[in-house]
């Protein structure tokens, strides 16, 4: 039974990285960048969005889920607009200001639809307040999922966006060999429960292998992958920037890891859902990459890794 599941846990990773690697090719060559990956993103919003409140109806919260689910799908489009729109032609100052000011004004838009999705909370649970109890509960809950779903993925979004298909695809090879390194390293030789009350199958080895195998992806992402996927233009980072990037983004995966553990120790769900048996839900997929999407953000953004 165990190798059996085994089995299809790497079959379907096949798969799913597959699939990945064909969409970045083809978004690469897009003529609008994320034209190929945006809507994977939308799509991974709307169900990691559903678990989550799937979730929180366990603990017997209910926050309004068409205002999280819309805000979201809002949040992971919002980077995108501001080119979108000049490649459609629509020329407006807050567009062309955002162009001027590049990453450091992309947090603008996704910023101001959080802004808004929290006014329209609270606005509807104004609309369907009929005791007290419960609804400031409800929209922490709303506002959280808009932050560790829609703002978490707009992060990602917008490494496609300013650095290129390397800088998105780094990102995953670092935190997604972090994940293997845990969990290959934690069966062969784990002894040392990390989190034994949070998640008992997690070792301190596995933590180590973690960060290893992060470093490994690190240095062969930078050594190979993104110089020969990035554009000229971008600005070469310093050659021991693999080395911080790695270390940040495994560590940063084993808490994300981690943090969804929580979640579902909190409300007693084992997985955020059924539907990819072996790996549990979308949300139990994104869980280390949710919480590294802006730290990998920031490290390009201050030159620590590039071209």
């Not at 939308?42 to 017997?60: D, F, I, P, Q």
């Not at 233009?233 to 943090?259: E, Q």
Request: proline fraction near 6%.
């Amino acid at each position: 039974m165990i190798l059996a599941m085994l089995r299809w846990r790497l079959l379907l990773a096949v798969v799913i990285i597959a699939a990945l690697a064909g969409l970045c090719w083809l978004d690469a060559r897009a003529a609008l960048p994320g034209l190929w990956l945006l809507p994977v993103a939308v799509a991974l919003a709307v169900l990691a969005s559903g678990e989550l409140l799937y979730l929180a109806g366990h603990a017997g919260l209910r926050p309004q889920p068409a205002i999280v689910l819309a805000a979201n799908v809002l949040l992971v489009l919002a980077p995108w607009a501001p080119l979108a729109c000049r490649q459609c032609g629509w020329h407006f100052d807050g567009a062309e200001t955002t162009a001027a000011l590049g990453p450091w004004a992309a947090g603008a838009v996704p910023l101001c639809v959080l802004a808004i999705g929290t006014l329209i909370v609270f606005l509807g649970e104004m609309r369907r307040y009929q005791r007290p109890g419960g609804i400031t509960a409800n929209i922490a809950t709303a506002v959280f999922a808009m932050v560790y779903v829609g703002v978490m993925l707009g992060f990602a979004v917008q490494l496609r966006l300013a650095w290129g298909i390397g800088a998105l695809v780094s990102w995953v090879i670092v935190v997604k060999m972090g994940d293997i390194g845990a969990y290959t390293v934690g069966r062969l030789i784990g002894r040392h429960k990390m989190a034994p009350i949070l998640s008992p199958g997690k070792t301190v080895e596995g933590a180590f292998g973690a960060l290893a195998f992060a470093c490994l992806g690190s240095w062969a992402a930078f050594a190979w992958l993104v110089p020969a996927v990035s554009p000229a233009t971008l600005p070469a980072g310093p050659s021991w920037g693999w080395f911080p990037f790695g270390l940040l983004l495994g560590g940063a995966g084993l808490l994300g890891d981690l943090a969804e553990s929580l979640l579902k120790r909190d409300v007693g769900c084992k997985d955020s859902s059924r539907w990819l048996p072996g790996f549990g839900g979308v949300l139990d997929i994104l869980d280390s990459l949710l919480l590294t999407a802006p730290i990998a953000w920031l490290c390009w953004l201050f030159g620590l890794v590039g071209r």
